[in-house]
């Protein structure tokens, strides 16, 4: 068995391998040769006054890859102001995500691997697909509200599938928008400026990211212009205003009705269960369930049982969330490959893991 640390991670996963991965994965879905459990989450009170105890879980199998993936996290949430969220494990800055990725062929366990750079480029590589299902061909100018590792990889993304020349960034530290923007520039070769108000990133661009940490809308439905493509990286970016004014809708979630999705507990979160008394369960920001109103998934539109953009002038939109366990069971499968093909990562017996009593 082997664990794989981000490092190793980073040296062996590219944007253009994750999102061939990611396009192939949903194709299987589409077949019924894979599928996923929404993601469930489960919450405990902590010692934290203004926090919770999370735990979630996301899983996947593909018959073509042979592998099972379940990714987990254990965090101590807490929503500054009722408008960010937050969290951390042990210490702020530090973090507890795993991915297990089984044989189905065996039942072995394969490895174990930190989440932290899959979980940024599966999202990102995800972004990347609908915008290549979406984005007007002749799309050359990105906005992006944020400036974190999400926003990096969508950028990587939406480069692999548009020749995108000028990007705008905006996030409320100077510092932070400014660095950004430095640092793509010389990385992906590009013009990126920082702007110092949100709308701004809208005026002009191809392409519209909002990858935040926001608990509340982000985008305004008259920012919006002729042609534009958006995507979110969370459904609470977005309201229905927003997507009442795009042209075309489309999500990442299911290919089959009542598969997968994300639905919400009684507190707005994902599915699972939240212990506690009643004013120690009021410290979570309720979160309005999305509606779906019939919208189609991407792998409608992989599938051609949906059409995409058929004039210059429309506007649409990429609901990017709804199928995580899918990802990652595509994306580690492959950084376990290329990983264990290369020598990396450190080898565990498998006879620390398996046992001999029956349950």
């Not at 089984?102 to 979980?119: H, K, M, N, R, V």
């Not at 002749?138 to 020349?165: H, N, Q, W």
């Not at 950004?180 to 392409?207: H, N, T, W, Y």
């Not at 299911?254 to 639905?263: D, I, M, N, S, V």
Request: hydrophobic share 35%; net charge neutral.
């Amino acid at each position: 068995m082997l664990i794989i640390g981000n490092e190793d991670t980073r040296k062996v996963l590219s944007m253009k391998v994750c999102m061939d991965e990611l396009e192939a994965v949903f194709n299987d879905l589409a077949k019924g040769d894979a599928d996923y459990l929404p993601r469930m989450d489960i919450y405990s009170p902590c010692e934290r006054p203004d926090g919770y105890y999370r735990w979630s879980a996301s899983e996947g199998a593909s018959r073509r890859l042979g592998t099972l993936a379940m990714r987990i996290k254990s965090d101590i949430v807490y929503w500054p102001k009722g408008k960010t969220v937050e969290w951390y494990s042990v210490k702020p800055g530090t973090y507890c995500g795993l991915i297990y990725l089984y044989s189905t062929s065996t039942a072995e366990l394969l490895a174990i691997l930190q989440d932290g750079i899959i979980q940024h480029m599966r999202s990102g590589g995800s972004a990347g697909l609908g915008a290549k299902l979406l984005a007007r061909p002749d799309a050359t100018s990105v906005g992006l509200l944020g400036s974190g590792e999400m926003a990096r990889t969508y950028l990587e993304a939406f480069c692999e599938v548009r020749k995108i020349s000028r990007v705008r960034v905006y996030s409320p530290t100077p510092e932070h928008r400014n660095k950004f923007a430095r640092e793509m520039s010389q990385a992906l070769k590009l013009s990126c400026e920082p702007v110092d108000q949100p709308e701004l990133v809208f005026r002009g661009a191809d392409i519209v990211a909002t990858c935040t940490d926001s608990m509340v809308p982000t985008v305004k439905a008259s920012w919006l212009e002729p042609g534009m493509h958006l995507t979110d990286c969370k459904p609470e970016e977005i309201d229905e205003d927003v997507v009442k004014h795009c042209d075309i809708k489309m999500r990442l979630g299911a290919a089959r009705a009542g598969k997968g999705g994300a639905a919400l507990n009684a507190v707005g979160q994902y599915t699972g269960a939240v212990i506690g008394r009643p004013e120690e369960v009021a410290r979570i920001p309720k979160v309005k369930a999305r509606d779906w109103g019939g919208m189609p998934s991407l792998t409608d539109f992989l599938t051609n049982q949906m059409a995409g953009r058929t004039s210059p002038s429309q506007i649409t939109y990429f609901a990017n969330d709804g199928n995580q366990g899918l990802q990652f069971v595509s994306v580690a499968t492959k950084v376990y490959e290329l990983v264990k093909a290369q020598g990396l990562g450190t080898n565990i017996p498998s006879e620390l893991i398996l046992e001999n009593i029956r349950d």
